[in-house]
T-cell receptor, first 114, second 110 residues
Framework: ETGVTQTPRHLVMGMTNKKSLKCEQH?????MYWYKQSAKKPLELMFV???????ENNSVPSRFSPECPNSSHLFLHLHTLQPEDSALYLC?????????????FGPGTRLLVL | EDQVTQSPEALRLQEGESSSLNCSYT??????LFWYRQDPGKGPEFLFT???AGEEKEKERLKATLTKKESFLHITAPKPEDSATYLC???????????FGAGTTVTVRA
């Protein structure tokens, strides 16, 4: 595996379900991100982890719970979601490096909440 | 607050018909401006980073330019495989976060 991988690629869940999204990066980076992408809207940053520590929570509802056990893995735990949470969830990683820092994205998980 | 506006929202081109996409931005000190390409159902793919006004970068049929207020992505003699949504994002100095525009969806017809 190379780059940033995400599983599952597609997920359908009911409003009472609990599920988790997984992201793994194979780039040796130390920062990882969760974004939400809804149709026709800009990417919305949800969470940021630097060296396994959460450094950003962009006013995300508590029904989304991130976990970063190490610099290569990132999870997004989902529970009691709402239909408006249906979107493409993207994971990204970067290597903090002064003025030269590029984020690389995974393929995303397409989530549908019924 | 950093803002990024991309225009047009959608662009339909005939194969070989060159055109430009615009990304206007306001940011409190630019650290970098990023262009990504996104195919349907996939994650954004990194194309370029521009760091200062006057800088240009090229990749195949794509050329990105930067001024103090906007960036252009020029597509020269596009092919159907250039069809995608192109995203622009800015990163402010002393910050790692990216602020994205809504994107321009380009469709190139053979």
């Amino acid at each position: 595996e190379t780059g940033v991988t995400q599983t599952p690629r597609h997920l359908v869940m009911g409003m009472t379900n609990k599920k988790s999204l997984k992201c793994e990066q194979h780039l040796g980076h130390n920062a990882m991100y969760w974004y939400k992408q809804s149709a026709k809207k800009p990417l919305e940053l949800m969470f940021v982890y630097n060296f396994k520590e959460q450094t950003e929570n962009n006013s995300v509802p508590s029904r989304f719970s991130p976990e970063c056990p190490n610099s290569s893995h990132l999870f997004l735990h989902l529970h009691t979601l709402q239909p408006e949470d249906s979107a493409l969830y993207l994971c990204a990683s970067s290597q903090p490096a002064g003025d030269r820092e590029t984020q690389y994205f995974g393929p995303g998980t397409r989530l549908l909440v019924l | 607050e950093d803002q990024v506006t991309q225009s047009p929202e959608a662009l339909r081109l005939q194969e070989g018909e060159s055109s430009s996409l615009n990304c206007s931005y306001t940011v409190s000190g630019l650290r970098g401006l990023f262009w990504y390409r996104q195919d349907p159902g996939k994650g954004p793919e990194f194309l370029f980073t521009l760091y200062s006004a006057g800088e240009e970068k090229e990749k195949e049929r794509l050329k990105a330019t930067l001024t103090k207020k906007e960036s252009f992505l020029h597509i020269t003699a596009p092919k159907p495989e250039d069809s995608a949504t192109y995203l622009c994002a800015v990163q402010a100095r002393y910050d790692y976060k990216l602020s994205f525009g809504a994107g321009t969806t380009v469709t190139v017809r053979a």
